[in-house]
């Protein structure tokens, strides 16, 4: 079963590290997907950067909307995600318990699937 | 959590940190039929503390510990009975100092490595090979182990224990095999984890679902392997092939559970993650250069397949090629006989007819009912209705699968319409 975890973190929880803090979050996110991926678990872990430089896109009909970032009203924003095999879905939520990132984050654990039912 | 929930979260803990755990110990102690013991004796208090007390911050390293822990005290009372001090003295996880991280992470990749090739050792017979990978490096009960093979838990334990008793009589060690020994006992691994590929993957929907999640479980043991042990091209080309069957897995069953064969296969259905995941592992596999082994050969075929959007785009030509070298390094008259219906899509079914009609001489195709199914289908290509009528007669009575014989009745059938119109 595949699942993606969506680190998500609170609008401008970024800017109050300093960048040493910020290094050692970093490392410990790196050393977890080490271990994901030892256990034969890790498809993909990425971070993102910050929303403040990302640009919103969406069309009605003729019109298009391109909003560069940072989006005034938005609270939260995906800071990362992790892509993993689990045998099951008790797996895939105690992968997040246990990420570091739960600690600052909160994680979305999500079933890939198609978008209909 | 409710306390069902706190087991099945344990079970996924024990899941994922077992094998490590039992690698550990069986370094430790020299002796994987205890370290199983013992190993599940941790689990057991994992149980029991964390269904009263809910799950530790770090439930991996509570149990390593625990398990270790439980380690020093076997080897203490085996020290005074005598036994194994030379192991007491000389072994350093025991003299104090612990590893650093880094090595505490390499020689756990060497001591899974052991564990994989232990479980596998030639003197267990195979299916004592599969249930031991599953029960050590898949980290299932044997619960689920019986589940997936379709029998009973007390059988499965049985097998456990007679196994792990070869394991000890044979005093088979805890080591990796030496070089000379190598590339042999790599297969044997190697076919172990494509068994239990197998047996998921033959698993129909609407069976228990832990039949396939074997194919999942070969799948990770697959890629926990190319981990540990990179430099091998075919670990590298088993994980290939499986990745990319596995993706076809949504559109391989009918809505009523009717198999559906691949070129008429919804692509749409094909996990094109699965497949990214498949074609980087090809990639990995050819990077060591030629000539490529059968495992690697086979995964190139099934990339033909999952690189072409549409049937039409297929590109068989390459896949001829691929099979005159699957051919070459792992001869075989089935092989012989997919190459054939290989031919026959990219040089048309004249040129395959005649490879088919030499295979008909083959006393190990004798009962293979796609012999004369393919002849059929190649002599329907070609007009020779009356022909592929009775070759399709011929294949509905070798097969003991009823849709199958259903289907190639139909072709006759079809056959004996178009040949008595043109007559």
Redesign the interface.
């Known amino acids: 079963?595949?699942y993606m975890l969506l680190v998500v973190e609170k609008v401008g929880d970024r800017e109050l590290r300093s960048e040493a803090e910020g290094r050692a979050l970093y490392g410990r996110m790196l050393d977890f997907s080490?271990q994901l991926?030892?256990?034969?678990?890790l498809?993909l872990a990425q971070s993102l950067k910050t929303d403040a430089a990302g640009v919103r896109v969406s069309r009605r009909g003729e019109k298009s909307t391109v909003r560069d970032g940072p989006f005034a009203e938005a609270k939260e924003m995906v800071g990362g995600i992790f892509?993993l095999?689990?045998?099951?879905r008790?797996?895939a939520?105690?992968?997040a318990?246990?990420c570091p990132a739960a600690e600052w984050a909160t994680i979305e654990v999500r079933e890939?699937g198609p978008c209909f039912e | 959590m409710d306390r069902s929930a706190i087991e099945r979260t344990i079970e996924a803990v024990w899941h994922m940190e077992s094998a490590r755990i039992i690698a550990k110990l069986a370094r430790m102690l020299r002796d994987v039929a205890r370290a199983e013991e013992i190993a599940q004796d941790a689990w057991v208090a994992a149980l029991a503390q964390w269904s009263a007390m809910g799950l530790p911050e770090n439930p991996g390293a509570w149990l390593m510990a625990t398990a270790k822990n439980r380690a020093i005290d076997q080897l203490r009372q085996w020290q005074m009975a005598e036994r194994k001090s030379a192991i007491m003295t000389h072994d350093p996880d025991l003299l104090g100092a612990p590893d650093t991280a880094a090595e505490e992470a390499d020689s756990i990749s060497d001591d899974l490595l052991r564990l994989m090739f232990v479980a596998c050792h030639p003197v267990l017979a195979t299916e004592a090979r599969v249930t031991l990978t599953l029960r050590l490096l898949g980290g299932l009960t044997p619960a689920e182990i019986a589940r997936a093979f379709l029998t009973t838990e007390s059988a499965i334990q049985q097998r456990i224990v007679r196994a792990k008793r070869t394991l000890s009589e044979a005093r088979v060690p805890f080591e990796v095999p030496g070089p000379s020994e190598r590339a042999e006992r790599l297969e044997a691994v190697l076919e172990v984890i494509y068994l239990i590929f197998n047996e998921g993957y033959a698993a129909t929907s609407g069976e228990d679902w832990m039949r396939p999640a074997l194919c999942e479980e070969a799948l990770r043991l697959g890629r926990v392997l190319a981990e540990i042990d990179p430099a091998a091209p075919e670990t590298h080309g088993l994980v290939a092939m499986m990745e990319i069957q596995a993706s076809r897995t949504r559109a391989r069953l009918s809505s009523t559970g009717e198999p559906i064969l691949l070129m008429q296969q919804n692509r749409s259905h094909w996990d094109q993650l699965l497949i990214h995941r498949g074609l980087a592992a090809l990639t990995r596999a050819e990077s060591f250069g030629g000539p490529f082994g059968p495992y690697t050969l086979q995964a190139a075929i099934a990339a033909c397949h999952a690189r072409a959007r549409t049937a039409e785009e297929t590109d068989w030509p390459r896949i001829v090629a691929l099979y005159d070298a699957l051919n070459e390094v792992q001869p075989s008259p089935i092989i012989a006989l997919n190459r054939a219906v290989a031919v026959s899509m990219a040089y048309g079914p004249a040129a395959a007819l005649d490879i088919v009609d030499a295979l008909r001489n083959e006393s190990r195709l004798r009962d293979y009912h796609l012999l004369p199914s393919v002849r059929g289908d190649l002599l329907e290509r070609l007009a020779r209705f009356q022909e592929a009528g009775e070759e399709f007669c011929r294949a509905a009575s070798l097969t003991s699968n009823s849709r199958e014989r259903s289907l190639l009745l139909a072709r006759m059938a079809a056959c004996e319409r178009q040949s008595t119109r043109i007559d």
């Open positions: 079963m595949t080490a991926k030892e256990r034969g678990l498809t892509l095999t689990c045998a099951t008790e797996q939520v105690e992968i318990r246990q890939l």
